[in-house]
């Protein structure tokens, strides 16, 4: 059996310009999961991760406005609740996809936290956008009000509010995680919104206000769990150079030095395609097989290196 870590994007979980809804989510879920659960029959055994940027925003922001009802919780906590939102979410797509092809596993999901280190830079400079986007005018209102750090994303076209990114160091839960999958019989959600960021501090664990990039931390689980393959699935056939000229053209296979090549040349966007690429240079790096980047819906073909970008270490 082939082993494999496959991190869903948050833009395929929630598309551009789509209300947050449970409806909307569900919807996204069930197509991303008909193309997984065909990648699960087809002899993969497969731990899945996901995005959480635009929904742990959204709970924030619950957080901030009942604050006077209900005291708030810490963003560690927030994505710990996004984590059981979208990985129930997700749980119930999958597992009706599965029945429907007859598939016999268990979906299971696990709260997944990721060691950080304390002295990340990150933790001084927030960057990751979370939650919905505002106009410089609101931008400046919810700076006022909540003390948040707002950034303008020209190419999303609006300001969101950005949070620490450390990088993650280890994935806590990865050998359990690694045992499920291995038996054959689980499919598990982990690592959800890159992780629950802990620190180590006087031998526990201690949360900290953090959200990790999930590409990364997918990245970080692969290694963890020695897997085999480490996919990304996005909104996009796969990696362009050039991308967004008219001189754009896709990447098929590269190596993991071409790739990097590319990265400190600039082609990849720092809050985008960036993180997915050198999340793929780490895990071949580190002696995965290959890693690879496409659309759901390209998955199967992507699988028998047809389609996507395809990332080695030769
Ligand atoms: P996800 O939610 O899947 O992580 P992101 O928005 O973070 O999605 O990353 C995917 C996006 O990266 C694409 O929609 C595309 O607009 C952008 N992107 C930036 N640079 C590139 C590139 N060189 N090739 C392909 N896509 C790119
Ligand atoms: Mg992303």
Redesign the pocket.
């Known amino acids: 059996m082939t082993t494999a870590v496959v991190a869903v994007?948050?833009?395929?979980i929630l598309k551009r310009g789509q209300l947050p809804t449970m409806d909307n989510q569900l919807q996204n879920l069930r197509s991303i999961s008909k193309h997984i659960a065909a990648m699960v029959s087809g002899g993969y055994n497969i731990s899945l991760s996901h995005?959480n940027g635009p929904q742990v925003g959204d709970i924030l922001l619950q957080n901030e406005a009942a604050k006077y009802e209900v005291p708030p919780m810490p963003l560690d906590v927030c994505v710990a609740q996004s984590q059981g939102m979208i990985g129930y979410l997700f749980q119930q797509a999958l597992t009706e996809e599965l029945e429907t092809i007859r598939c016999q596993r268990t979906v299971l999901c696990m709260l997944t936290r990721v060691i950080v280190d304390p002295g990340d830079e990150a933790f001084s400079r927030p960057s990751k956008p979370i939650g919905p986007y505002y106009t410089a005018a609101e931008a400046e209102q919810m700076e006022l009000s909540t003390g948040c750090v707002m950034r303008e994303d020209r190419a999303r076209g609006g300001w969101c509010r950005v949070v620490p990114s450390p990088r993650p160091v280890e994935i806590v839960e990865a050998a359990p995680i690694s045992r499920l999958i291995c038996s054959g019989r689980d499919l598990v959600i982990a690592a959800g919104g890159g992780g629950i960021p802990v620190v180590r501090q006087d031998g526990r664990l201690v949360g900290v206000e953090a959200v990790v990039d999930k590409?990364l931390a997918s990245a970080c689980l692969a290694k963890g769990m020695k897997v085999d393959l480490l996919i990304m699935l996005?909104?996009?056939d796969g990696?362009?150079l050039e991308?967004g000229s008219p001189r754009e053209r896709l990447l098929g296979e590269i190596t993991a030095d071409e790739a990097e090549r590319y990265l400190r040349e600039g082609?990849?966007?720092a809050?985008?395609?960036g993180p997915?690429v050198e999340a793929a240079i780490a895990f071949v790096r580190a002696g995965g097989r290959k890693a690879i980047i496409t659309r759901p819906e390209l998955l199967h073909t992507a699988l028998s290196s047809k389609a996507g970008t395809q990332i080695v270490n030769r």
């Open positions: 994007g948050g833009n395929a995005g590409d996005t909104d996009v990696v362009y991308h082609h990849f966007y809050g985008s395609m997915k």
